[in-house]
């Protein structure tokens, strides 16, 4: 079957976010200064095979475990769903 993987990977909250704290700065001068405490992470899709869900969200947890987040400052989320 094939899957598609919404994936989120984020600072953890603890951790420094400069990027973040950069457009927090921003807002204020757009007149936005409403909005505070923004983190910027990253956002991934792709697509799998896998024999059913629960492989494809194994796949899928490796894949960020190993490589599409850094465990040590970030953390990450992620929905999958049959195509």
């Known amino acids: 079957m094939k ?6 990977v ?8 400069p990027q973040g704290k ?3 700065g921003s807002m204020k001068s757009l ?6 405490q923004v983190r910027i ?3 991934i899709t792709l697509e799998l095979e896998a024999a059913n869900e629960a492989e494809a ?3 899928v947890d490796l894949a960020c475990s190993k490589l599409l987040a850094n465990l040590i400052m ?6 999958v769903k049959a195509v």
Do not use: N, W
């Open 74 to 79: 970030e953390s990450y989320e992620f929905e």
């Open 10 to 17: 984020m600072p953890k909250k603890e951790i420094l976010d």
């Open 57 to 59: 969200r194994e796949q």
């Open 22 to 24: 950069a457009v927090t």
């Open 3 to 8: 899957f598609i993987a919404e994936i989120d």
């Open 31 to 36: 007149g936005l200064g409403t909005i505070s």
């Open 41 to 43: 992470g990253k956002h």
